[in-house]
């Protein structure tokens, strides 16, 4: 097909299911795009979807400092989201914050994987537990 | 060279033979692309294709390839009885939707074996293989065909052929509201990629936009909603689909002149399809 192609069909379930939710959640796609977020997640990235565009989740999480709740740095690929997208499986874990705006913030975060069949991973689903 | 669609059968869900859908036919899905005599292009195989059969057998055709979009009964009944099926001179290749956990040949097999039908498909005289989908697009006689999964209950399939100066979507059975269409780019809408800027889209429209609210999920566009969507993506003429059994010729004509005044400025008005009709792609 000549024209833009079109996102996998579970990736356009997903996120019509995540518009309808008000627990923050996260879309990416196989190459590790974020390709979309709800309006209840613009709260927690202080940012409209529409504004950030579709980034390579790394650009993304780099924005937001992430610690332990004993204070240890957390490097990316232990984080939920790159541990759904690198290995393929669901990841939680509470963890400490410091978003853009400075203020820190103990959250839990869901990630997991999407296969639309069993070799085909299409990406993944990330979601923000707000205490 | 111009190539010939032809609509062997647009009717939705279940055949509907009787005196009240004469003028647009009780078949199932089931729409041809010319390729000459010597080969076959068909998409799905509702009771359309079975007169078809009887055609291709005239005309002496032997390579047949048809595209299944999905598997509910209403888009392959008519297989049992497509006459090429039992010649053993015919090559049958067969494209559709494998779901999550079974092959494409294993899901068809099913309704070809006691107790859905009196024979085993081991019975079948002609070459038939069998091809899953999505994958690469299907390249041949000057044509391609492509396909997206799309929104419909199971794995279902929409088809977009493009023969070099033209193109056609095949969308007959199609809820793309379901997950929005006003608020989404084309990339982001079910079919949007299968439909976007085609010249002829072929789309479900099986409700009354006043039947919708009771069949949300169900699988099926409104009318307003097929409008919607041809919209969306850009496409130049669409033709409406899969008409709601119960509908009558005069029920469909009045749906048709409904749909007609739903048209846009500089839109090309919509028309209903009917067993019969053709167009030509350039």
Known sequence: ?131 | MPRQVKIWGCRGSVPTPGSDTVAFGGNTSCVEIALGDDAALVLDAGTGIRELGFDLVRRGTQQIYLFLTHLHLDHLEGLRFFAPLWNPEVTLDIWGPRSPVASLRSRILRAFSPPLFPLDFRDVPAEVRFHDLPGQPWESHGLSLGAELVLHPGPTLGYRLETGASSLAYLPDHEPVLAGIADRSPDWISGGAVASGADLVLHDSQYLDEEYDAKIGWGHSSVGDAIAFYRAVGAGRLVLFHHEPQRSDRELDSLEARAQMLAGPGEVPPVLAREGMVFELD
């Open chain 1, 1 to 131: 097909m000549d024209t833009q192609r079109q996102k996998h069909l579970v990736l356009i379930l997903a996120r019509e299911f995540a518009s309808n939710l008000s627990t923050p959640t996260l879309i990416a796609d196989e190459r590790g795009y974020l390709v979309f977020y709800n309006e209840a997640a613009e709260d927690v990235v202080g940012r409209r979807f529409g504004e950030v565009g579709e980034v390579p989740l790394d650009d993304w999480l780099g924005a937001f400092d992430a610690k332990t709740l004993a204070g240890e740095t957390i490097p990316p690929e232990e984080r939920p989201a790159r541990v759904a997208l690198d290995q393929h499986r669901a990841s939680h874990l509470r963890y400490v914050v410091t978003s853009t705006d400075g203020l820190e913030r103990e959250i839990e975060v869901t990630a997991f994987p999407l296969f639309a069949h069993t070799e085909e991973f299409v990406g993944v689903v990330v979601i923000f537990w707000r205490s």
